[in-house]
Every structure is written in C-alpha cells, then in structure tokens.
C-alpha cells in the first residue's frame, strides 16, 4: 500500500513539474513576441537565452558538486548524445519556436509545436514495427485537421499564414519531438539539472560564435528588460528543468501530453495582451491539435 502511495505521489511531482513548465513556456512564447515587435532579433534572444542560462547554470553545479559536472565529458558515448541533444535538441527548439513566432505570432507558433506529441506516438510505432492503433490513428486526423484548419482559417488551398511560419512551424515540432525523447538515458544517469546546463551553454556558445549579439541596438526600457528576465529565468532556466525533471516521474509521452497547457496559455495570452486575432476556424483547429492529448491520453500505459 505505502509503495503504491508513493508511485502516485512520485507521478502527481511529474505532473506538477511538466504542468508549470508548459505554464512558463506558454507565458515565455508571448512575452517573446512582444519583445520581437520591439527592436530585438531571433539570433538575439536565441543567443542570450541559452548563453545566459547555461552560464548561470553550471556556475551553480559547480559551486555545488565541483568537479563532478565534469564527469559527463568522461565518455565517448555520453559526449555524442551531449553535443546531439545540444545542437539538434536544445538549440534547435529554441531557435525553430522563436522563428515560428517571429513569422507568426506566439499562438500559432506554439499550437504548430504540439504536433509533437503526435509525431512522437507515430515514431514509436515505426519503431515497434507495428501499425497505429485506433487512438493514435483518430489523434493523427485530429492532428492533422487541426493543422489544416489552423494555417488556412478555413479557407482551403491559401496559407492564412506564411510558408515560412508553416516551416519553423512544423520544424518546432519535430525538434520537441527529439528534444523529449533522446536525452532520456543521459537523464537517468547525469540528472535534468547536469544535462539541460552543458546543453544550453553548448547550443549557446555555438550560437552565439555564429551570431554574436549586439547590444548598442536594443531599447532597454523597464518592461524590455523584466521580458528578458522572464524569459532567460522562468521561460527557459525554471521551465526547461521542470520539463526535463519531469521524465524521471513521468514517461516522455505522458509529459509532451500534459505540456499541452502551453498552446492554451499563450493562444489566450497572445489574445487578451497583444491583441492577436483568432477566427473561429483557428481556434478549432487548435483545439483539433490539442485534442489530439486527451484521445492520445486514453491509451492504456504500457
């Protein structure tokens, strides 16, 4: 009985985690567009947003654990899937979301990266060798209606949206995808914390080496610089190890499900803030996609 109270007290911390990260990052996304209607630039904020985090980090393992946040860079197998997970996971999710946003808005951007969860239930299927079934194949209509509705307002054969927002869109997705299932061994045997620190100051000292930011440029009013903040801590530092710590309670599949909370919150925030506008149309095939979480959630654990 005692181990059964705990499994579900372990799982409730999971589903804790994931949910306030999805919070964060839905907040994080609208605050960015915000910022990019401003005088500040994808590479900026990709930049500073890793660069800062990573820094900050693994300054605080260090003063921690010492020398021992170093001991990931001992073998040649955990480096591999460090600089992977850095480059294609952290770096690419980053950087395809803030485009998405830029081309878009935060709203669409953010409902186009829940794909994800569909994506995922796809991959691990070809991967089982097996065929769909029924859930999965109605979140795949769902999915993709959803994705139709939400790009054209309804008005099928025109892009409401541009091809470029649809790219970084879709791109998005597939990069949260990766980033939620291929650091699961490194996880387990460095922890969130270890990972998700090199993985930012890697995807953000390559970054930064390829798009060095400027500051002369920036408008650095009051509400600018608390929006940097939000980003750089509760958007990316808090929330990115939430999320990451999360899958040590919770399976990858079950967190990309519940992360749904974030298109909620930044389609309302973007609404209610920046005044960004969703036909009826969009708003249903958001909820198509974001359906896709409940039907997909049916399934039997296995």
Not at 126 to 132: D, E, S, V, Y
Not at 208 to 219: N, V
Request: net charge positive.
């Amino acid at each position: 009985m005692s181990h059964l109270l705990e499994q579900n007290n372990q799982r409730l911390k999971g589903i804790i985690l994931v949910l306030t990260a999805a919070v964060f990052w839905g907040v994080a996304g609208t605050v960015a567009q915000f910022l990019l209607s401003k005088s500040f630039t994808v590479e900026w904020l990709v930049s500073m947003r890793l660069s800062v985090s990573g820094i900050v980090l693994l300054t605080f393992l260090r003063m921690t654990r010492g020398k021992q946040i170093f001991a990931i860079w001992r073998k040649k197998e955990d480096v591999i899937r460090l600089l992977l997970f850095s480059l294609v996971g952290m770096l690419g999710v980053q950087y395809t979301f803030f485009a998405a946003i830029f081309h878009s808005n935060a709203a669409t951007a953010t409902v186009l990266q829940y794909l994800a969860p569909t994506m995922i239930v796809v991959y691990v299927a070809l991967r089982m060798k097996r065929l769909p079934n029924r859930q999965e194949v109605i979140a795949i209509i769902l999915a993709l209606t959803g994705t139709v509705l939400l790009v054209t307002k309804g008005q099928l054969g025109t892009l409401s949206i541009s091809s470029w927002a649809l790219f970084w869109g879709i791109a998005s997705a597939i990069t949260l995808a990766f980033y939620t299932l291929q650091p699961y061994k490194l996880i387990a045997k460095w922890g969130a914390i270890t990972v998700i620190g090199w993985s930012m100051f890697i995807g953000g000292a390559v970054f930064t080496s390829i798009y060095p930011p400027s500051f002369q440029s920036i408008e650095w009013s009051t509400i600018n610089i608390i929006s940097v903040l939000f980003i750089v801590f509760f958007g990316t530092l808090i929330a990115f190890y939430f999320y990451l710590e999360s899958l040590t309670f919770i399976s990858p599949s079950e967190a990309s499900l519940l992360a749904c909370v974030e298109p909620l919150s930044a389609a309302v925030l973007a609404v209610v803030w920046l005044q960004v506008t969703f036909t009826m149309a969009e708003w249903i095939g958001a909820f198509c996609i974001i359906g896709t979480v409940a039907v997909l959630s049916l399934r039997k654990s296995k």
